[in-house]
């Protein structure tokens, strides 16, 4: 949908804040299914976690981001919509890890399309840290960055690299860009 962007990037590259930003001035904000579904794992004592079973965090999180695009689709909105990542997140991380999606996933995301617009934030050190829910390291941001890159384009989407700075200069890039 054309109203449906996606911000995707690496971990820890300030998805959140910039889409807090965004929020700010009036955008309907989208939030992380991964982030969500940590959560209530850890706390209903789960294994659909990054760092106990890959495969099952996998297909929930790609179970949810149907759903939660499913559901915004069919609301006729036509109100601009900012998604802390995309379906096509979970795809990527599945090929990083080297998991197979199994074929109906795949068959229920076929029809699934954001704005052809998807924007890219880049590994930013500075800002960089881990919590509860972040465990990565700097260089798995890095590599997660460069497929992000590569998967997106896989699904022929156009990727606007956000600047690195202050964060209302990153959301005026954003603004600027869906015109």
């Known amino acids: 949908m054309d109203n449906f962007y996606v911000i995707t990037g690496g971990p820890g590259v300030g998805k959140t804040t910039l889409l807090t930003e965004l929020e700010k001035v009036g955008f309907r904000i989208v939030h992380e299914d991964a982030r969500r579904i940590i959560q209530n794992e850890v706390k209903k004592g789960g294994d659909g976690l990054p760092w106990k079973n890959k495969a099952y965090y996998t297909k929930l999180m790609i179970e949810e981001s149907i759903k939660t695009y499913k559901l915004l689709s069919e609301s006729g909105s036509s109100d601009i919509h900012f998604f802390d990542r995309g379906i096509f997140d979970a795809f990527c991380y599945a090929d990083m890890i080297g998991i197979d999606i199994e074929d109906h996933l795949k068959k229920a995301v076929s029809d699934i399309r954001y704005n052809r617009k998807v924007f890219l934030l880049p590994p930013w050190k500075r800002i960089y840290e881990n919590d509860n829910e972040r465990k990565q390291e700097w260089n798995e ?9 590569l998967t997106y384009r896989k699904y022929g989407y156009e990727l606007m690299e956000v600047p690195i700075g202050t964060i209302a200069n990153r959301a005026d890039f954003v603004i600027s860009q869906i015109g």
């Open 141 to 149: 941001a890095i590599s997660t960055y460069n497929a992000m890159k």
